[in-house]
C-alpha cells in the first residue's frame, strides 16, 4: 500500500505564493509520474502538473509561467510551487502518484487534498 501525505495548502491574497508538498511512502519499487490536481467546487477535478520519468512536466494552460513542479526522486517527493495566485486558482489539491510495487503490481495512489483559498 502506497500513501501520500500532503502539505503545504491554505489562505492566500492574490498575487501572493504557495508552495505545496506531497511525500509518497509504503511499498513502492518504482515511480512513473508524479503530479497534483485541482477540484475547484461545482467542477471536475484537472491536471495542474506532472512530472514523469525523464524529467519530463506538463502544466495545464491556466497555470503555465506562474506554477512549477518539482520531485525529489531520492526522496519520492513531489512539490508544487504557485506563484502569482489567483481567485481561480483556489480549489482542493491533490497528489497524486503512479508507479509499481515490483515487477507485476501497479499503483495508482491519491492524496488525501489539501485547500488552496485565493481572496482578492
Known amino acids: 500500500q502506497v500513501r501520500l501525505v500532503e502539505s503545504g495548502g491554505g489562505l492566500v491574497q492574490a498575487g501572493g505564493s504557495l508552495r505545496l508538498s506531497c511525500a509518497a511512502s509504503g511499498n513502492i519499487f518504482s515511480i512513473n509520474a508524479m503530479g497534483w490536481y485541482r477540484q475547484a467546487p461545482g467542477k471536475q477535478r484537472e491536471l495542474v502538473a506532472v512530472s514523469t520519468n525523464g524529467d519530463n512536466t506538463n502544466y495545464a494552460d491556466s497555470v503555465k509561467g506562474r506554477f512549477t513542479i518539482s520531485r525529489d526522486n531520492a526522496k519520492n517527493t513531489v512539490d508544487l510551487q504557485m506563484n502569482s495566485l489567483k481567485p481561480e486558482d483556489t480549489a482542493v489539491y491533490y497528489c497524486?502518484?503512479?508507479?509499481?510495487?515490483?515487477?507485476?503490481?501497479?499503483?495508482?495512489?491519491w492524496g488525501q487534498g489539501t485547500l488552496v483559498t485565493v481572496s482578492t
Open positions: 497524486h502518484v503512479a508507479g509499481g510495487s515490483n515487477w507485476l503490481t501497479a499503483f495508482d495512489a
